[in-house]
């Protein structure tokens, strides 16, 4: 076992463990804040793998977050109020179970990421940023002007989801829920970055050209990256309705852009947990910090600003040294 | 007579004012070495970008295997067949030795959109990039991140990739540069036999390597092919003599 995979498991085991200890206690708050930080992992999850596997600097990951969100919130409230989502050609109900609201959101995110990497990977470098930036600007205006699911208010879930078997109200079930997300999305990135996909779109990332000359077109490849890594995103956000019971269009703004990409550069780009570590740490800075001084912020940008200088690696690279390929 | 693997006709590129490729006809046949000579600037690099369907020519038309391949771009052409190396090095320098054949395997078996099974687990792709990486001599250093290699290890795993696409027709552009004596008489060697598994186009600068290896010569100067024929043809050539080789000499 390398030190990152024992790092990793500590990770891992330490989020469940903050859980259950909080839920033993009657700290539901904790139970709470622990299902916050395997959420935002998973949006961050999702960011990696554009980001951190295939180099791909989105600014704009909050439409895909958003769009999850908005999946949840509209099914929930058409199922809220018996109002049928279509009508025509076939009619088709809003629905309340979780599974079929994550499909939903997944699909719904991933063929806006389809769309926005088709367009953005004409660029590359700084015009991607901003592409991306704009592309989710645009959906952030668009869900503020639109009335019909609360325009600027937001949109309310009333209760949470269902998922069979299980009381999602439960803090320590909901949990679960999202913790055990987190771990399959872990798993599944763990073995796409050892096959041949993860092969080909490391290579694209390091050298496109090369790419090319071996018969692979490193835009498709990107691109295929770009609508998993905005599928993980999307379920996130579902999530993160799902969390709050309430989704508005703060999910798509661009702060939020910037927080999903903080988690991922805290933590570590391209590091299998970086998502994980780098969303806890955020999360316990914001409580404990957001408390004591309105301008928690600040810290958050010094800690970033050293990050960037002096640990490329974030907090992974920093406890576990370098990655190492194959 | 046989078809010619590689047919360039009428090739022209102009960067501004200057002439890179100016009306380049060019055959590879099959089972040849085509060495491609010509002082620094000549165009040499440019006319294989042009092949390898990297930058669009001006004017003219390439045909691989007897299809015009004029429109295709770069991923099509490597997809019909064409491997290229590259003058500068250009391996991926975070992978290992065995992970840059893999791909150029997985690029040629279409084994690309693969996303659960681990890589180095498919003996679809680790046999026959192990097997490429044995040819060229580099089997002990499998293992080894390219970035770390020496510079001539470096530009013998590009020729390992060559080989893993088991292509129609291999470019190179200079393969010995900057390789040591040593390591440029087996690369010699070794591109010796390979003929036979498909014609070279090479670019080289080493001369004692292309009075070895080329069947033909092509003498390229200010984007022109002033003299084509056999070793001793070029050899005896007063006005290469002049343009080219007297400038090696001196
Ligand atoms: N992209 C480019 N834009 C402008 N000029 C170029 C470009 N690529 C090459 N050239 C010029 O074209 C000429 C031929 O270059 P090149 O094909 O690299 O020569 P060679 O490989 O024979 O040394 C050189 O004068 C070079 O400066
Ligand atoms: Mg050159």
Redesign the interface.
Known sequence: MTRETALNALLGLGLLAVALTAHAAGWTFTVTLATKVAILALAGAGLNIALGFGGLVSFGHAAFFGIGGYAAGILASHAMFYEPLVTWPVEIEGTRAMPVIWLVAMAASGLAALAIGALSLRTRGVFFIMITLAFAQMIFYFAISWPAYGGEDGLSLGVRNTFAGLNTLDPLSFFAICYTLLMIVLGLTALLRCSAFGLALDGARQNAERLKSLGIDPTRVLLTAFCLSGMVTGLSGALYADLNRFVSPAMLSWQTSGEIMVFVILGGVGRLFGPLAGAALYIVLEHNLGGVSEHWQFLLGLLLLLVVLFARGGLIGLVAGERRHG | MAEPVLQIRGLCKHFGALRASDNVDLDLMPGEIHALIGPNGAGKSTLIKQI?G?IAPDAGTIRLAGRDVTAS???AR??LGL??S?QVS???????V??NV???V???LR??????????A?TK?TAPAREAIARVGLADRE?M?AADLSHGERRTLEIA?ALA?KPKAFLLDEPMAGMGPEGARSLTHLLDGLRHEAPILLVEHDMDAVFALADRISVLVHGRIIASGTVAEIQADAVVRAAYLGEEDA
């Not at chain 2, 250009?90 to 290992?96: L, R």
């Not at chain 2, 084994?111 to 180095?120: E, M, V």
Request: proline share 2%.
């Open positions: 390898a990297e771009g770069a991923v490597a997809r491997a290229r590259f250009s391996v991926a320098g975070e992978f290992t065995l992970q893999m791909l150029a997985a690029g040629r084994r690309t959109y693969r996303f659960l099974r681990p890589a180095l498919d792709l293992g991140r990739i696409l």
